[in-house]
C-alpha cells in the first residue's frame, strides 16, 4: 500500500490540524464505497479539523449528512459559527480583512472573545500563527515561518475565506454537537445505517502527542473500543501503532489494518486503521 500524496487531497478544513487526516481520505472514501451500503449519516465524535468529515459531505458519501462531535470549547466554537449562515459569513469577511502582523497577533491573541463570532476569529488566529497549528497552552508563535513571512505564513486569507463560505453552503447536511465524543457515539450507537469515523488523541498506551497537542485530550480508550464492537453500523478508526491498541482490537475482534503515512517531520510511519462492520445487516 502507498504512501498517499496529500497535495492530491482537496483541502477543506479551516484548520492546520497537528494528526490531521487529509492522508486518509483516499483510504476512507474506498472504506465507504466497500460497504455495500450508502450510510445514511456519517458520525464523527471527535472531529478536530474535520476533513473525514467534511470529505464526506461535500462528496456526498451518506443520503443524509454528517454529524462533527467535538469537546474543546474552542475548536466546537469554529464549527458552531461554520453551521451558522450568518456567523459564517461574517467569520469569512473579518479573516479577509484582517490586518496581519505580529504586533497585532500579540495583541489579539491576549484578548477575551466578546462572542462566539469573535471566539471563532481567535481560535483560527491561534491555529494558523503558531507552530505546527498547536493551539495547546504554552505553543509559541512562528518566527521565520514559509519564506520568511512569520506569522503570516499560514494566513491564507483568501483561501479560508473560500473554505468557510463552502462549508456554510453545505451546513444544511452539517450537524455539530458539542459534547463528550462516547457520549454522541452512544446517541447513534443502535443506528445500523449510521456509520463511525473515529479519531480519538492518541493517548493510548502511554502515548504523549495527544496530551502535548490537544487541549482537551483525556478519554478512555476501552470504552471507546467497547463502543465501537457494539455499534450497529459501520465503525472506522485511527490510531498510532501501540500495544494496547491492538490488544483492545484483538479484545474486541476488530479488523486492524497497517496504513503507511508521513509524519510532519516526512518520515515514513505507520497508523493503524480499526474497522468494524457493525452487528447488523444493513
Known amino acids: 500500500m502507498h504512501v498517499v500524496n496529500v497535495a492530491s487531497v482537496p483541502q477543506r478544513s479551516v484548520f492546520r490540524y497537528p494528526g490531521g487526516k487529509t492522508w486518509l481520505v483516499p483510504h476512507f472514501r474506498q472504506w465507504m464505497a466497500g460497504l455495500g451500503f450508502k450510510p445514511r449519516f456519517l458520525v464523527e465524535?471527535?472531529?478536530?479539523?474535520?476533513?473525514?468529515?467534511l470529505t464526506a459531505l461535500f462528496e456526498r458519501l451518506t443520503?443524509?449528512?454528517?454529524?462533527?462531535?467535538?469537546?474543546?470549547?474552542?475548536?466546537?466554537a469554529v464549527w458552531?459559527?461554520?453551521?451558522?449562515?450568518?456567523?459564517?459569513?461574517?467569520?469569512?469577511v473579518a479573516i479577509l480583512a484582517y490586518p496581519i502582523s505580529r504586533e497585532r497577533v500579540i495583541q489579539d491573541l491576549k484578548r477575551e472573545p466578546v462572542d462566539i463570532a469573535h471566539h471563532a476569529f481567535l481560535t483560527i488566529l491561534r491555529n494558523r500563527v503558531q507552530r505546527g497549528g498547536i493551539m495547546s497552552p504554552g505553543a509559541s508563535l512562528m518566527r521565520n515561518g514559509e519564506n520568511g513571512k512569520g506569522v503570516a505564513s499560514r494566513w491564507y486569507a483568501n483561501t479560508l475565506y473560500e473554505r468557510i463560505l463552502a462549508i456554510r453552503d453545505h451546513a444544511a447536511d452539517l450537524s455539530f454537537v458539542e459534547g463528550d465524543g462516547l457520549a454522541l457515539m452512544r446517541r447513534h450507537l443502535?443506528?445500523?445505517?449510521?456509520?463511525f469515523f473515529v479519531d480519538p488523541p492518541y493517548t493510548a498506551g502511554g502515548k504523549r502527542a495527544g496530551k502535548r497537542l490537544y487541549t482537551v485530550n483525556n478519554v478512555d480508550h476501552a470504552k471507546l473500543f467497547e463502543l465501537a464492537a457494539r455499534a450497529a453500523g459501520p465503525v472506522m478508526m485511527t490510531y498510532d501503532d501501540?500495544?494496547?491498541?491492538?490488544?483492545?482490537?484483538?479484545r474486541y475482534k476488530l479488523t486492524v489494518t497497517e496504513i503507511p503515512m508521513k509524519s510532519t517531520h516526512h518520515a515514513n510511519m505507520v497508523e493503524l486503521v480499526i474497522t468494524h462492520a457493525g452487528r447488523l445487516t444493513p
Open 190 to 195: 443502535k443506528q445500523k445505517r449510521t456509520a
Open 80 to 92: 458552531r459559527v461554520l453551521t451558522n449562515y450568518s456567523q459564517a459569513t461574517f467569520l469569512a
Open 242 to 250: 501501540a500495544p494496547e491498541v491492538r490488544a483492545l482490537a484483538r
Open 63 to 76: 443520503t443524509q449528512g454528517v454529524v462533527l462531535g467535538e469537546l474543546d470549547p474552542h475548536v466546537s
Open 45 to 53: 465524535p471527535f472531529c478536530g479539523g474535520g476533513i473525514i468529515g
